[in-house]
């Protein structure tokens, strides 16, 4: 789950990582009185807010106060803003680039850092980019800082402050089961001050059970998207008009490959994971059917999912739902044969084999 | 011979009494798998299946158990994982789904520090045919053959290996990675008793999008693997950046994408299937 | 570092193991209002309070200002109490014992507990004494617990709390460095809550950098001892009367055993350690001659430590002080020559080797 | 035969610019130790005894070192053992004192993972006549020989082995354990080695009263060790209780006393010497 700016910046603050004096508003009537110079950032979960009139300046009091109306409620790259981070404005020096990450190949955390922050660190050549492993059983230690101060050319002033920055900046991974934790850019600030000038911080889902005091939002996701999650399903909504409900993120994106390798469009991503109960399979109809698909297709491998439990789910939604759309189902597996006998006695045709489905389900949305 | 388990290994499911536990504690049984015993905190003396309970790990170990089948809730797996490292055991496989990344990496090494292995979360284990299946995959699939799978993807496995055996093949070894970020096997891990293996004459590697462990067996298989090799990789159609259940899905930063890693791949000289179907024909 | 009871039951507070309402004195001033029976415990480091009248119990306002009054400035089996710990009384229903501390052999830290506690844990029989090793990579973890309170045959509710004590105490015992922490007795209350009765903490002294928050006290220690801790020497004042400079730990005991053997009676143990400098060896022989020794052996093995260094000391001490008593040297290894030629030229022959000097000190000491 | 280190063994010296680091890298090369580099934060450019210094011990890697002396104040110990660890060396001495034995804990078990030796903290280090030495031993004291010694203690190690040489024997290697609470050695880790190396044909055990070490290694001995074994057990007079500069040597609940340790050495056929200056006599 991404965290907006303003909470990671808190979570930074708590653990003593330099960020600039600021405040959040919803609100007009929260902004205080006008001292100096500051920054009007929209908190939204999405890059490139400068650049998409997100972030204002204002040393004033009227052009804070028309900052603030002028943002509030408006929409940046599509996503509307609600709450403003109001800061001081930094006297920008020199931009770093500063991260942990899991590293899914070595499976251990990675430092990344970049004299040349700022910009995305995709753009940065490799030689300016610092990359280091980090054993999770040991954790950071400071011989880690030393060879990153000396990497970045830093003085002794900054690599003290760099090498004060870092442990926290990995307390701050573990403790928040961080999938990422990035400072970008970090801010030599004319006073001589290394800042943290904006937060990014992905949690980890999985470990939301202990971390309750974020509530969960994710401003990515389609309203539909959120109302599956909330149901605990993995799903995606697509542009095609295919409506796709499978078992497994193995076999359903090998559905969608499938699909597409046909010239078939999906219209959604849905896996029925592996719980075996009809009003899952009732409850997913409801959601691809939300989506309003042309057609469906049902891809079932049973094995925890039983192929009779799918069945039986499929005759339910369609009794419930009086869905219009043609429905090719594929059933194989366990209960194979006690799902196919119940779909027949329900009119419907399962085949046992993945492809002939596939295929039968593009002819009928008019692909291929 | 022993690829992590053999015919003799002895097994044990840590949260026997939960749904899972008892339902694929009687499958593993059916499959032929030796399941001496089972733990549930509080539950000692009663049995499931047969199975007789015991409170904790320690007071079992008079079974000599080879490996465990932890299925807990997620809070609770690193305690169990720790336990059963405690008590000895060398096989660790976590049945469970949406266990924190950070509480997996610390199992994973932990587990290396005493040369055990760990299977999953998240995947569906590990089953060899005519000899045992630790895990959840569907016992009726499988036949006794020559090839291995090593896979990301659970159903999408179930789908290849049922190909591999309605085709007449059979499989030596099935060995389910798991689909999360910090799996506790990776291809490589796999490849390399896959290729130690005198029963296993084929193998096929089930990828997925994200990550760079596919491009890193390929490099592997280039280097080591003499064997046939064939690989389908899940996600081609994916739209970057999108989430696909998986977050071992989720493609970042240009690395980890379908066509890097089929490139990888036939370079190699590893063919890679367009359908998991076309599979076993290209096996022959 | 041995701290008082109220000094372990503060850190047990902080980390939320349950202690008794209390509160401190060093002054009967400070005595609060009597409003329900309390126990005043004198806060000395040494074991059997209790029997030695240490500790009093107070049912009214009366007994508990004379309590104060008679066991402040007395003497508890030799030391001095200047601070009482005044707590509410506890309805203990049974007494267990709870630790955790170093195996020194395994190298891990071990948790040890008992059925039976409030008495010396070494009397109780190995079968009801608990112990496990626990992974100090690792921690503690749940699964020990249940362990435990299996071992204990504790019910659900006193399971349940022990569980929760647990992984604090193992906190403790890691966060201040701990060589022992102890709950002894962990007592049964009336209210059915596990409550500790008594903390006996230990920080390795090796870690008190990170640890300034403790004053450095030790009243297990001579004020000579402590007046040598403090400038850094290994100093043990012992009962006979041949004063002893040696250099390194080893080498000293074997020193002190060889007289022991020879019915030589040392009036200390002092190891000079590995630091050369002449200051160090002028020092060492002020802490001996302030224990009145009657004679004083110097045995030195030169290593880093150098011999010509350490007879440089002797003569400059002797200068200094005026030594009186017979002085027995002898110097072996690096610079053995030159530490040799300087003691000549002051009119001490050294041997060189270390029976012979062990021979002539107790001879001269009137032993053997 | 390697015992941990041998001739070809090169060294560096962490913290080869304080006092102890330059005097002691000085003597390593005086006794024939290939000292190759040194660290010190700050000062790389700078030489000790014509050793080229370094920032950081990943800023010397091509150097290709076997091993390092960490020779840093107590805070600094853990971190120093982790950037050695992290580049790979695979046998790391602690010279310094004082380091907090919660420190020595994780260091230990992390080496271990990494198959790292750790020697230290707190004692002398590793000599092995006409090969290497590293750490603090006096280099005059030895003779190449056929005799090991492992030892608790520092300079009365060095008594023995000055004992051992004047009799007109010599030394294959001499390992110094350290006596801090948490040794990154133990007797049984030097008797394994001592055991297995065909140059040792007798070994001395020089153990200190407290813990209970000394009984374990008698226990090995007599199960495993068919070369001559001697003892010394210092402390012997030492009051129970009483504090005497080792951690290691205070006297608890019973065990670790000399009489037990003595004893636990007869039963194992190990004569125990009443005097350092006996054990010449005691190997011949």
């Given at each position: 789950m991404n965290l907006y700016e303003y909470q990671g910046k808190e979570i930074f603050r708590k653990f003593q990582i330099p960020v600039p004096d600021g405040y959040v508003v919803s609100s007009p009537s929260e902004v205080k009185s006008y001292t100096s110079p500051v920054v009007v950032k929209s908190q939204?979960?999405?890059?490139?807010r400068g650049k998409s009139g997100g972030i204002k300046f204002a040393k004033d009091q009227a052009t804070l106060g028309n900052a603030v109306k002028e943002l509030l409620g408006s929409k940046v790259r599509g996503l509307t803003v609600s709450k403003l981070l109001i800061e001081q404005m930094l006297d920008i020096r020199k931009e770093f680039y500063l991260s942990i990450t899991l590293n899914r190949t070595e499976r251990k955390p990675m430092l990344i850092a970049s004299v040349?922050?700022?910009?995305?660190?995709?753009?940065?050549?490799?030689?300016e980019i610092f990359r280091k492993s980090i054993d999770p059983i040991v954790g950071y230690s400071d011989f880690i800082g030393r060879q990153l101060t000396k990497f970045m050319k830093f003085d002794a002033q900054l690599a003290k402050q760099l090498r004060a920055i870092l442990p926290k900046l990995y307390q701050v991974f573990e403790k928040y089961d961080c999938e990422l934790v990035e400072i970008n850019p970090l801010v030599l600030n004319g006073d001589g001050k290394l800042i943290a000038a904006d937060s990014k911080v992905i949690i980890?889902?999985?470990?939301?059970y202990r971390h309750q005091e974020f509530p969960k939002e994710d401003p990515e996701r389609t309203p539909l998207e959120l109302e599956a999650q909330s149901k605990g399903y993995s799903f995606v909504e697509l542009e095609g008009v295919i409506g796709v409900i499978a078992n497994g993120a193995g076999l359903t994106m090998a559905t969608l490959d499938a699909l597409l390798l046909h010239k078939g469009k999906p219209r959604n991503f849905l896996d029925l994971g592996g719980t075996d109960s009809t009003d899952i399979v009732v409850e997913a109809f409801d959601l691809v059917l939300k989506a309003n698909p042309k057609v469906i297709l049902v891809n079932i491998f049973g094995g925890v999912t039983k192929c009779d439990t799918v069945a039986a789910g499929i005759v339910e939604a369609k009794k419930k739902y009086g869905i219009k759309q043609q429905l090719v189902v594929r059933l194989s597996g366990v209960r194979e044969t006690e799902g196919r006998e119940i779909l027949k006695q329900n009119g419907i045709v399962a085949f046992s084999e993945m492809m002939p489905a596939v295929e039968k389900v593009v002819s009928f949305a008019g692909g291929a | 011979m022993k690829v992590i388990v053999d015919e003799n290994s002895k097994v044990i499911v840590q949260g026997i009494t939960g749904h899972q536990g008892m339902f694929h504690s009687g499958e593993m049984l059916k499959f032929g798998t030796k399941v001496v015993g089972g733990t549930s905190p509080g539950k000692s003396g009663q049995n499931v299946n047969g199975i007789p309970v015991f409170d904790n790990v320690s007071d079992l170990m008079h079974l000599n158990p080879d490996a465990t089948m932890i299925s807990v809730a997620p809070p609770f797996v690193k305690d169990a994982a720790y336990e059963a490292l405690d008590a000895g055991i060398k096989v660790v496989y976590i049945l469970t789904e949406h266990v924190p990344f950070h509480d997996t990496m610390e199992i994973l090494y932990n587990a290396r520090r005493k040369g055990a292995w760990l299977l999953g979360p998240n995947g569906p284990g590990i089953t060899r045919p005519g000899k045992v299946k630790i895990g959840?995959?569907?016992?009726?699939?499988f036949k006794k053959g020559d090839v291995a799978v090593a896979s990301r993807s659970g159903t999408l496995t179930y789908e290849i290996v049922n190909a591999i055996t309605l085709d007449g093949m059979g499989e030596s070894t099935v060995i389910g990675?798991?689909?999360?970020?910090?799996?506790?096997?990776d291809f490589i891990d796999a490849l390399e008793l896959f290729n130690a293996d005198e029963d296993t004459k084929k193998i096929v590697v089930v990828g997925e999008i994200g990550g760079s462990n596919e491009e890193r067996a390929a490099e592997y298989i280039r280097k080591n693997v003499r064997k046939k090799v064939v690989a389908y990789i899940a996600g081609r159609s994916a739209p970057p950046g999108k989430r696909m259940g998986h977050a071992g899905a989720i493609i970042e930063?240009?690395?980890?994408?379908a066509e890097s890693k089929i490139k990888a791949f036939e370079e190699a000289g590893v063919r890679v299937a367009e359908y998991p179907i076309d599979i076993p024909k290209m096996l022959e």
């Open positions: 939204v979960l999405i890059g490139g040349a922050g700022g910009v995305e660190i995709e753009s940065v050549p490799e030689t980890d889902s999985d470990s939301l | 959840i995959m569907p016992n009726t699939i990675l798991g689909g999360d970020p910090v799996p506790g096997m930063r240009g690395v980890g994408t």
